[in-house]
């Protein structure tokens, strides 16, 4: 095999692997379907994938005005938090504070999953995926000795303060969910190391990779954008300067916003700042 | 595709110039070189010429106090794929090369600071060579891990000789010593040379061994400073910094500690260096520190070790190939010790004084960064 069609394959399979990730994850995001309308008219779904409210008065394919859509969705949100009484809503500015504290986010803002107090009582509200989740969740716990996770559900550690919240729609997961998901997460920023180290995998033409400027990614402070690039003569995102690299140092072809190599870079990059301050705009 | 970078436009330009240079000897190559700094003065860039004015500013703005005695310039880290493959490389050095043959007075020697090929190949190694035979002054070579790990040294040995050398020069001792010396990590492994080679060429991975001057290259060291005078003023150029700033890249000599203590007796020891590819200073005891710019590209500073006598250089501007490379000179003084000029392509040039050293940063500071690095 020559050289360049060998490259040619690893550009194909890269290609290949890269567009089948994006219809996967698209095939599998959970679809709410909401039940029809006897009359025909309009029914909106709420995110938790299970309830739903039919407005009265607009066929389904009219639009809603302001007013209506503030009705319908504040109705819905009354309805969400009646099935989850102690549920721990994050107001809006409760999530700045949880971002801006100190330590993990997770711990910060999702407490333990329902069941972390011995003899919780759970409440099934509904047959969507989050309850199904919990039920397995809570079937493993019950089949595992007593003990053995420090007392706490599916493996998290009990709050120190004792009794949690529960009726949780989001805190619904263990340990080794975390686990799962820090390996998933891991396994795509790892994706992007092994491109932004490869002159190939990036469309390169010149053998120059980000790397070699970038140890580490240093000195791409992903943290300063969105922020005016002099050069460009507008905002510029992180995306838009990666790009930029990959065009000229780089010499190859910039990717388009969903490619799944651009995805990972993104992914790489920022993975090198945990703990850094977000400071958009800062030059 | 409507809309081209600066960049871009700028490669366009030139294009049609550098088209031809793959067929061009190297007797009429040098001669190219001069086109291209005439077709740059043409169009009101002064490119090589800021640099003679910079010479003349520093040598008065010594007032007398060290006078210079003589100077050699460098050129370091040119990074050389083949020329077919990046001519962007290639582009830099030549500048690199116009830069030391319009100095005038000539310096008295240019030494070529190490990693002369990216990858070690024999195309690259001899590219390189032949770039450098351009260059009017005699050329002094250093060995960079990017020029050893293909075949461990063979051809460049072959090319340019030993790696470890010294000579005098009016008056001053100097030491050429190849540093990146790795312990074997790639037997273990199974590695293929070329698998060997692009692991070293890479800085941010934790596989290879860190770099020594080794047990050999010490004794050697030893030995060749045995015939000479305490007084005598030293100067060595290593392509790693013989100290430790930052390990996981290997900004990091492992057997540092040891190669100072040899150094130590002498009263003047200046220690040039490569592989960093950014301003740099440093001082331990009566050992002063001086980085080389590189012609490729610059690296950021470490998050770490960064010795505090260094002033950094302004962050580079992505936008502009040679921004944060460039080359230099070191003007050895009078009274032993060597001042270094940084000369920052598309920039105002940077002296770093062995005074300011001396007086541990007391005096004749250099100007600070205006935007210092992330």
Redesign the interface.
């Known amino acids: 095999m020559t050289k360049t069609s060998g490259l040619a394959l690893v550009a194909a399979l890269v290609v290949a692997l890269g567009g089948g990730w994006l219809a996967r994850s698209r095939a599998e995001a959970p679809h709410h379907a909401v039940p029809p309308s006897a009359d025909g008219n309009l029914v909106v779904g709420l995110c938790d994938g299970v309830t739903s409210a039919e407005v009265q008065g607009v066929k389904e394919g009219e639009r809603l005005t302001r007013s209506q859509a503030q009705a319908v969705s504040d109705q819905l949100m009354e309805e969400w938090r009646r099935k989850n009484p102690q549920a721990n809503w994050d107001d809006a500015r409760a999530v700045h504070v949880a971002q801006a504290a100190q330590g993990g986010a997770l711990e910060q803002s999702v407490p333990p999953p329902e069941g972390s107090r011995p003899g919780a009582s759970i409440k099934f509200g509904g047959a969507g995926a989050a309850e199904g989740a919990r039920e397995a969740a809570q079937t493993k716990q019950g089949g595992a000795p007593q003990g053995q996770t420090g007392g706490g559900a599916g493996g998290m550690p009990a709050g120190p303060q004792g009794p949690v919240q529960d009726g949780h729609t989001y805190g619904a997961f263990s340990q080794r969910d975390v686990d799962i998901w820090k390996a998933a997460t891991d396994e795509f920023v790892a994706q992007g190391d092994r491109i932004f180290h490869s002159a190939d995998l990036l469309g390169g033409t010149i053998g120059v990779s980000c790397d070699m400027c970038h140890p580490n990614a240093a000195n791409t402070h992903p943290e300063t954008y969105p922020k005016f690039q002099v050069q460009f003569g507008r905002v510029a995102l992180l995306r838009d300067m990666i790009n930029w690299c990959i065009e000229n140092p780089v010499r190859g072809k910039p990717l388009p916003d969903d490619d799944f190599k651009l995805r990972a870079l993104e992914a790489y990059i920022l993975a090198q700042r945990r703990g850094v301050p977000l400071e958009y705009g800062k030059h | 595709m409507a809309w081209k970078?600066?960049?871009?436009k700028h490669y366009e330009e030139r294009d049609a110039f550098f088209r031809g240079l793959g067929r061009v000897s190297r007797r009429s190559f040098f001669k190219l070189a001069g086109v291209s700094a005439a077709a740059a003065l043409a169009k009101g860039l002064v490119t090589p010429q800021s640099f003679q004015l910079v010479e003349l500013a520093w040598a008065a703005d010594d007032g007398g106090q060290a006078k210079p005695k003589f100077t050699f310039a460098y050129i370091s880290d040119a990074h050389l794929?083949e020329q077919k493959?990046?001519?962007?490389f290639v582009r830099a050095i030549l500048k690199a090369v116009d830069d030391v043959n319009a100095l005038d007075p000539q310096p008295d020697f240019v030494l070529f600071g190490g990693d002369l090929a990216?990858l070690g190949q024999p195309k690259e190694l001899t590219l390189g060579r032949d770039i450098l035979k351009t260059v009017k002054a005699p050329v002094k070579m250093m060995v960079g891990e990017h020029d050893w790990f293909l075949d461990m040294g063979a051809l460049w040995q072959q090319y340019f000789g030993p790696t470890h050398y010294s000579w005098d020069h009016k008056g001053v001792h100097f030491v050429t010593i190849m540093s990146v010396v790795e312990k074997d990590f790639w037997t273990a492994r199974g590695m293929t040379p070329m698998q060997r080679m692009q692991t070293v060429a890479?800085?941010?991975?934790g596989v290879q061994s860190r770099f020594e001057v080794g047990e050999e290259g010490r004794k050697w060291l030893s030995d060749d400073l045995a015939k000479v005078d305490k007084a005598t003023p030293v100067v060595v150029f290593s392509h790693s910094p013989l100290y430790k700033y930052y390990r996981?890249?290997n900004f990091w000599t492992d057997d540092a500690d040891d190669v100072q203590a040899i150094l130590r007796p002498f009263q003047h020891v200046t220690v040039i260096h490569g592989h960093t590819h950014q301003l740099l200073t440093n001082r331990i005891g009566n050992i002063q520190f001086h980085g080389m710019l590189s012609t490729a590209?610059?690296?950021?500073y470490?998050?770490e070790g960064l010795p505090k006598l260094t002033v950094q250089m302004n962050?580079?501007?992505?936008?502009d190939?040679f921004d944060g490379c460039g080359d230099g000179a070191v003007d050895v003084l009078e009274n032993g010790l060597a001042n270094a000029l940084y000369n920052l392509w598309d920039r105002n040039p940077i002296t770093v004084k062995a005074s300011y050293v001396a007086s541990d940063g007391g005096q004749d500071r250099p100007p600070t960064t205006k935007?210092p690095?992330?």
């Open positions: 970078s600066i960049e871009t794929y493959l990046n001519d962007r990216q890479g800085l941010d991975n996981p890249w590209w610059p690296w950021p470490a998050p962050r580079a501007d992505p936008f190939q935007l690095s992330f």
